[in-house]
Each structure stands twice: as structure tokens, then as C-alpha cells.
């Protein structure tokens, strides 16, 4: 079974501090999204990239948020200047549209102090 | 505004049961429906979704959509305390936004 996976599972920051999530989508899938999901709360889309271009950005994804594939595989979302409202839990996903699936990665959980 | 909401929000149900999880959108540029099971994290794909009327089945589970009253509803038979979990559904547009609803937490007694 294909899987995406993301690096780091955990991470720890200070406010302020920059932060890069990493992912590495299925090889075959052609659309990835960022997802964050507050404790509690319900899951939250931020971003989806296709071509080396964002598709759609939701209101949360200020200027704070990049993303970008620096090298064909890893899928990488950064934000630069972390706020306490950012810990959540950072989920990847990729689509295959042509077999109608979907993948998320497992996530990394973020905590901003 | 875009918006999808599930009901119920919970749903008690004994095992061996037939339960029936509800999904309406409102969505610009509807592309797709996505149904998700998400226990302790990731959510984990179930179906996708975008032509009408055509049911889809994944063993005890089954999911349908209809584009005309903008709802879809997911069908678990026989439930087993392993389909315990908040089930969620999401609405993609054709920019590729993918809008969630708040899920709906499901627990099935032994």
C-alpha cells in the first residue's frame, strides 16, 4: 500500500521561530495539500500545489506560510514566524484523481511555546 | 460561503447495527465529495466521490452522492466495534479547495 510520509512526527518551537514541515507524497500523485487540525477542532485545508504552483489557499495561510518541491519528492511547508496558534497537527496529503484516492500522511504535531 | 455539514454530530449504535451518516454541501465549483475516517490520527481515505447517483462499496461500507440536492450519505452494515471513529466529510472545488465538515463521532457498543 503506497503511503505518504512526513517528517519530523513531533516538533517543539518558540514563538517566532521558523518552522519546515516535510512531506514526501506518493511518487505518482500530481496534487498535494496541507491540511492543520487544532486540537479538538475539525480539520482545516491550507494549501493545495500542483505544477510547482499553489492551486488554492485558504484565509489561513497568510504571509507567514510557504510551500514548495524543491526536488520532485519532498513537499515542504514552512512557516516563518511561528505564533502560539499554530500548534496543531500538520497533515500532507497527495490525490490521484485518475483512480480517485486520496492519502494523508500521518502527520506532525507542532507545539509553539 | 462554503460550507459542509454532517449529521449527526454523534451517534451511539450497537454492534452488528446499520448506520447512516449524513452530508450536505454548499460549495462554489463543486468538484468532488471525500468521506474520511479519522481515529486516533491522519484521517484515512474511504471514498471519493463525483458523479451522481453512483454508489460506491468498500466491503460493509458504501457511500452515494447526489449533485442535484447537494448531499451524500455514507452506509455502514453490520458495524463492528473496530468502525468506531469520527467519520468526515469534505467538499473539493475544482481549485482544489477541500472544505470540511465538523465530522461525526461514532461509537458502536460491543
Known amino acids: 500500500e503506497p503511503e505518504v510520509t512526513q517528517t519530523p512526527s513531533h516538533q517543539v518551537t518558540q514563538m517566532g521561530q521558523e518552522v519546515i514541515l516535510r512531506c514526501v507524497p506518493i511518487s505518482n500523485h500530481l496534487y498535494f495539500y496541507w491540511y492543520r487540525q487544532i486540537l479538538g477542532q475539525k480539520v482545516e485545508f491550507l494549501v493545495s500545489?500542483?505544477?510547482?504552483?499553489?492551486?488554492?489557499k485558504s484565509e489561513i495561510f497568510d504571509d507567514q506560510f510557504s510551500v514548495e518541491r524543491p526536488d520532485g519528492s519532498n513537499f515542504t511547508l514552512k512557516i516563518r514566524s511561528t505564533k502560539l496558534e499554530d500548534s496543531a497537527m500538520y497533515f500532507c496529503?497527495?490525490?490521484?484523481?485518475?483512480?480517485?484516492?486520496?492519502?494523508f500522511g500521518p502527520g506532525t504535531r507542532l507545539l509553539v511555546l | 460561503e462554503d460550507k459542509v455539514v454532517q449529521s449527526p454530530l454523534s451517534l451511539v449504535v450497537h454492534e452488528g447495527d446499520t448506520v447512516t451518516l449524513n452530508c450536505s454541501y454548499e460549495v462554489t465549483n463543486f468538484r468532488s465529495l471525500l468521506w474520511y475516517k479519522q481515529e486516533k490520527k491522519a484521517p484515512t481515505f474511504l471514498f471519493m466521490l463525483t458523479s451522481s447517483g453512483i454508489e460506491k462499496k468498500s466491503g460493509r461500507l458504501s457511500s452515494i452522492l447526489d449533485k442535484k440536492e447537494l448531499f451524500s450519505i455514507l452506509n455502514i452494515t453490520a458495524t463492528q466495534t473496530g468502525d468506531s471513529a469520527v467519520y468526515l466529510c469534505a467538499a473539493m472545488n475544482r481549485d482544489d479547495k477541500i472544505i470540511f465538515g465538523k465530522g461525526t463521532r461514532l461509537h458502536i457498543l460491543p
Open positions: 500545489f500542483y505544477n510547482n504552483e499553489i492551486s488554492e
Open positions: 496529503a497527495s490525490i490521484n484523481y485518475m483512480q480517485e484516492t486520496q492519502y
